[in-house]
């Protein structure tokens, strides 16, 4: 997987580095078993740094492993990271991919781990590596195919003495959530968010799976890999963001080469080069743990060193970073595809240790905050443009600063570069108000406090620091250098790095003449092996822990409820760890009680009032931080005021203010019109909304549906400006009810409302709701649409029964055991065993309210012509359920230790509240869940899925080339239609 770190870098003053000695200490949520007497008795020195406001210990370790740790109480539970100091930039240029590739295989286990006889199994491995190593240097193509049934073959038999996923098993029983890993260009990250009394587990099975690297079930793994290299080349965005780091970088490995590698690389893989990566960049002088949450530092820095101790350190891997040469003259790129048009520029900026890559990130913000930037005002909110945006990719050896935008109707790709580049031009000529960079770096701040409500922000900031190679104490001491960046840093930065030297990608609709696809190889399944276990196994496994104890919300004691003027209910929960709030207003009414209302809340954010022009105010939120928003579904309206609580009766004025008198604006109508029609033009270009969109909403309610429902163009055009300004003026006047998270006393919250929120004496009950009926699924259809695609993607709908909370505890375990992660039942057989996807999952999706249905729906995106294969493979795991007891125990526990450690606190109580009473419910339906588990059988799971899954009439919907697609396979499954673009979207 691949995934982008999100740089957070930290407040603080007058910082500097201080060693400390940690002492022993217990606590309740640390392993029952503790560590060797030697190691309890060892003293970890560590790093903090006064004012940092997380109040992190940073440790080394004898062998160089860096140990960056911070204690949050929010919940208990812990965020882990483990980083590589080694990405795509470290691959070899003759075996790209190779970092991400490793990184996959990283989860099969170790010499102890996933393998019931290592001594057979490592012969046969051995012979599969050297036949690796004759594959990728064969040209004939009868040899290849020859040397590939050898390595088939083989590991069908290497195959019978592996464990697939006990890894995954094993978190997932631990309780362990969001398990996975992600690889970037300088970076491989492995991560999990795990309950805090299981520490110990978590660090001996870390230790053991990341201390060796066995190519274990190669052949179907390098499989998926082949499958996300498709769904990469199926991506217009992938494609243009490639082309431009190849434009920015032609000599660094950042732009010449690509994280997944190239095709040809992927289907000529070496075992042997792995192993060297390996051996060279995973070594603990070169690799750091980051852990975040309800930690006793004491406890786990002695547990992180018994089991990574053991780590021989090694050589410091070396890395020369290739130098590019300056660009002289704007580098001009072309992408054709399917989906809509859109503009990509790029400038090269040096890398993170230059305070000008510091400077970039004020730029950055200048032009793009999401209020108040250059581009926020004078391109999107004056829709001069469909959309633009901004942003900054930092890197050790280089940074890029990009931007982009999608065009209006007739609007041409260079005209969007004209509008990016005169914002460039007002940046370089300091053209822009003396309060901007003040009310960013406040803006900052506040991002700081909510970001650090979260242990994955706060562990992402220590990875971020390791893989930067810096100091945590100069890491911290970035916000304070960025806070003093002027106006003049700014304009000498920007007169230095922008000129005639960007790159730019014109993404034009049609059809790439360049397309590639990685052609499917011969893979006979391998056994899933579900009942084995390795003797690793179960020593963890049978380490005992304390044990937690769950904490649900109660509704009557964790909100508080009070009553505003005109009868409007408050629902109040206080914030007590720092100043911020998130003011609430619901209505119970959206487009399905009236279609222009939807209209009328996008046209405000166009809006002024008789005071100020709209760009002035949103100018006059951002300088008091805060930020609003009114949004609109089918059947609620939201209306939100967030930011410092300390000036949250500014922030209130203005926006009631714009309530009550919202300043008509019929070019802006106008232009807003003509963007909805643009949008609705190049969503029929969309995949994603054509597939899980149009196509679900088409199968669920027919020609007539929620998405359907919209108003036609000629009705768009003739609608005016004061149709919408009275509903928005209405909104306040409707019966509603008010959602306050804050600092303040309920008593405090509800006098500023009752003079701010201004309201009717009576308030008018909501419109009757327009409500779209569900069909049923009588006999078996198969919907299919044509698009340019390498793969094939398919949903598998089925109606159920409407929703029922006495079936939830069942639905909750059905769903762990069936697809609750890589070690369940679906990704073991069409991933792990049959190397059918990179993605598959199914689900048994509870209603989101109590008068609709549940829906089972299942997923697999696959090669065109593995379709057969694949719709054969999830209609045989949801007509036969696999039955597997460890599986089940193991689903059991990871219910039980999630739910044991989940928290639902901040304003999260209020939108559960609100959730329940979507549902008809008036408790916390965890507590059903968890006190339902232990009387729970496979066989009642077997039970419900023969009742509710097995022979159930199905939608299947599918999306792909005409040219690829098998539509007589597709025929064995029901009735074959195409539906058309005008079919699915009514326009």
């Known amino acids: 997987m691949k995934k982008r770190f999100i740089a957070f870098s930290l407040m603080g ?61 929010n919940a208990p539970r812990i965020q882990t990271y483990i980083a590589v100091r080694a990405g795509s930039k470290n691959d070899p240029a003759d075996a790209t991919g190779l970092a991400h590739y490793l990184e996959h295989m990283a989860f099969k286990g170790s010499t102890r781990l996933g393998t019931i006889n290592w001594e057979k199994e490592q012969q046969e491995l051995a012979k599969i590596e050297a036949l690796y190593e004759q594959y990728r240097t064969q040209k004939d193509p009868a040899l290849r195919k020859k040397t590939y049934h050898q390595i088939d073959s083989i590991s069908g038999v290497a195959a019978k003495y592996a464990v697939p996923n006990e890894y995954d098993k094993l978190v997932a029983a631990m309780g362990m959530e969001n398990s996975n890993a992600s690889t970037w260009v300088e970076q491989t990250i492995y991560y999990g968010d795990i309950p805090s009394n299981q520490v110990d587990k978590w660090a001996m099975l870390e230790a053991e799976r990341l201390g060796v690297m066995i190519p274990r079930l190669f052949h179907t793994e390098l499989e998926a890999v082949y499958e996300e290299k498709n769904r990469s080349l199926d991506s217009d965005q992938n494609k243009a963001f490639e082309a431009a780091f190849a434009a920015l970088f032609p000599t660094h490995q950042y732009g010449a080469q690509t994280t997944i590698g190239t095709v040809e690389h992927l289907k000529n893989p070496s075992i042997t080069e792995i192993k060297k990566y390996f051996d060279k960049y995973y070594v603990p002088n070169n690799m750091a743990i980051a852990m975040s949450g309800d930690l006793d530092f004491d406890q786990t820095i002695r547990t992180i060193n018994e089991h990574f101790g053991r780590w021989q350190k090694k050589a410091d891997p070396v890395y020369n970073a290739p130098q590019e040469k300056p660009i002289t003259a704007p580098v001009v790129k072309e992408i054709l595809g399917p989906e809509s048009e859109m503009l990509l520029m790029a400038y090269r900026f040096p890398g993170i240790k230059s305070k000008d890559a510091l400077v970039l990130r004020m730029i950055n913000q200048i032009l793009s905050n999401g209020q108040a930037g250059l581009i926020d005002l004078n391109i999107n909110q004056k829709q001069a443009a469909l959309g633009a945006a901004s942003f900054a990719e930092i890197y050790n050896d280089y940074s890029a600063h990009f931007l982009t935008g999608n065009p209006r109707q007739g609007q ?30 406040n803006k900052n701040k506040i991002s700081k406090m909510k970001a650090y409500e979260s242990n994955a922000a706060r562990a992402t900031a220590f990875v971020d620091a390791f893989i930067a190679r810096q100091d945590w104490a100069d890491y911290l001491k970035q916000e304070d250098e960025f806070e003093k960046i002027t106006k003049q840093d700014v304009m000498d930065v920007a007169n230095r790095y922008y000129g005639n030297n960007y790159a730019v990608i014109y993404k034009r609709t049609g059809q790439d003449p360049t397309a590639q696809k990685v052609e499917k190889p011969t893979i006979t399944p391998v056994p899933a092996n579900r009942e084995a276990q390795s003797e690793f196994y179960k020593q963890v496994a049978s380490r005992t822990v304390s044990e937690l104890q769950p904490q649900f919300v109660d509704y009557q004691k964790d909100i508080q409820q009070g009553t505003l003027k005109s009868g409007i209910p408050i629902y109040y929960t206080q914030n007590k760890e720092n100043g911020l709030f998130n003011l609430y207003y619901i209505l119970d009414m959206g487009t399905n009680n009236d279609l222009k209302l939807g209209l009328a809340v996008d046209y405000l954010q166009y809006l002024g009032t008789d005071k100020y022009t709209a760009e002035e105010l949103q100018k006059e939120f951002f300088k008091i931080g805060c930020s609003f928003g009114v949004s609109s579904g089918q059947d609620q309206v939201y209306v939100s005021l967030t930011g410092l609580d300390a000036n949250l009766e500014q922030g209130l004025q203005l926006f009631e203010s714009l309530l009550q008198n919202p300043k008509a604006d019929p070019q802006a109508l106008s232009d807003m019109v003509a963007g909805i029609l643009k949008d609705r033009k190049d969503a029929k270009l969309n995949k994603n909304i054509i597939h899980s969109v149009a196509m679900v909403n088409y199968a669920k309610y027919g020609p007539k549906n929620p998405f359907t429902h919209i108003l036609s163009e000629q009705e768009l055009k003739k609608v005016k400006p004061a149709e919408l300004i009275t509903r928005i003026k209405s909104i306040p006047t409707y019966q509603h009810r008010v959602l306050y998270y804050g600092p303040r006393e309920l008593q405090t919250i509800s006098a500023t409302l009752n003079t701010g929120h201004i309201v009717p004496t009576s308030l008018k009950p909501v419109p009757a709701e327009n409500a779209f009926k569900e069909l049923d699924i009588k006999d078996r259809r198969v919907y299919w649409t044509n698009y340019d695609m390498v793969q094939a993607e398919l949903l598998f709908l089925t109606k159920s029964l409407n929703y029922d909370p006495k079936l939830v505890p069942t639905i909750r375990l059905y769903n762990e055991y069936f697809d609750g992660g890589m070690g369940a039942i679906v990704f073991q057989e069409l991933r792990e065993s049959r190397a059918l996807a990179y993605s598959a999952s199914s689900r048994f999706a509870n209603a989101s309210r109590k008068d609709r249905a549940n829906y089972i729906m299942s997923y697999i995106g696959t090669q065109s012509d593995k379709l057969p294969e694949a719709m054969a493979g999830m209609q045989e795991l949801l007509n036969n359920l696999p039955l597997a007891a460890a599986n089940f125990e193991n689903a059991k526990a990871s219910v039980r230790n999630s739910i044991a450690t989940e928290r639902i606190n901040k304003v999260g109580i209020l939108m559960n509240y609100e959730q329940a009473r979507k549902l008809g419910v008036d408790h916390d339906l965890r507590r059903d869940i968890y006190e339902s588990l232990d009387a729970l059988t496979l066989d009642q799971i077997k039970a419900f899925q023969q009742q509710f899954v097995k022979g159930q009439n199905q939608t299947i919907l599918v999306i792909g080339s005409k040219d690829r697609l098998n539509f007589k396979e597709l025929a064995k499954y029901g009735t074959v239609k195409q539906l058309t673009l005008k079919e699915l979207f009514g326009y």
């Open 13 to 73: 003053a007058m910082l500097f580095a201080q060693c400390k000695t940690s002492t022993p200490t217990q606590t309740a949520s640390s392993a029952t078993e503790s560590p060797s007497a030697e190691a309890a008795q060892k003293e970890f020195p560590y790093t903090s740094v006064p004012n940092d406001p997380l109040n992190a210990r940073i440790y080394k370790l004898d062998n160089g492993l860096t140990v960056y740790l911070t204690k949050y109480e």
């Open 412 to 441: 041409t790709l260079d005209q969007v570069k004209n509008l990016l580049l005169q914002q460039i031009e007002l940046v370089k000529k300091g053209q822009f108000e003396d309060w901007l960079i003040p009310a960013i770096v």
